[in-house]
Nanobody, 122 residues
Framework: QVQLVESGGGSAQAGGSLRLSCAFS????????MAWFRQVPGKEREFVAR????????YYADSVKGRFTISRDNAKNTVYLQMNSLKPEDTASYYC???????????????WGQGTQVTVSS
């Protein structure tokens, strides 16, 4: 069974930065496509970013492109989300996800973390 544990959430001022981490345990991390999603209460879970098996290919939602960077360290079984130039609209619970396909739909990911809260104040 895959287990994902996020950390690094918290509060930041608009324009600030936060770095989220997701520790992966279970079957081979290096064969899992990884992604970050976020969700605000009352709204559907939203795709943020995904990364390929090797880390050489990434894809971002338009709302975070140029501000967020996803990366992975296959030696440490960890995926990261560096968030810069934060905006109040980035406030959400952020979820790490693992799956067998390089896609952006939440239904394509089979394992999920518990989520970490990010709050950005203006």
């Amino acid at each position: 069974q895959v287990q994902l544990v996020e950390s690094g959430g918290g509060s930041a001022q608009a324009g600030g930065s936060l770095r989220l981490s997701c520790a992966f345990s279970g079957r081979a991390f290096s064969t899992s496509f990884m992604a970050w999603f976020r969700q605000v209460p009352g709204k559907e879970r939203e795709f943020v970013a995904r990364i390929s098996l090797s880390g050489s290919s990434t894809y971002y939602a338009d709302s975070v492109k140029g501000r967020f960077t996803i990366s992975r360290d296959n030696a440490k079984n960890t995926v990261y989300l560096q968030m810069n130039s934060l905006k109040p609209e980035d406030t959400a619970s952020y979820y790490c996800a693992a799956g067998p396909y390089r896609r952006i739909g939440s239904a394509d990911y089979t394992s999920w973390g518990q989520g970490t809260q990010v709050t950005v104040s203006s």
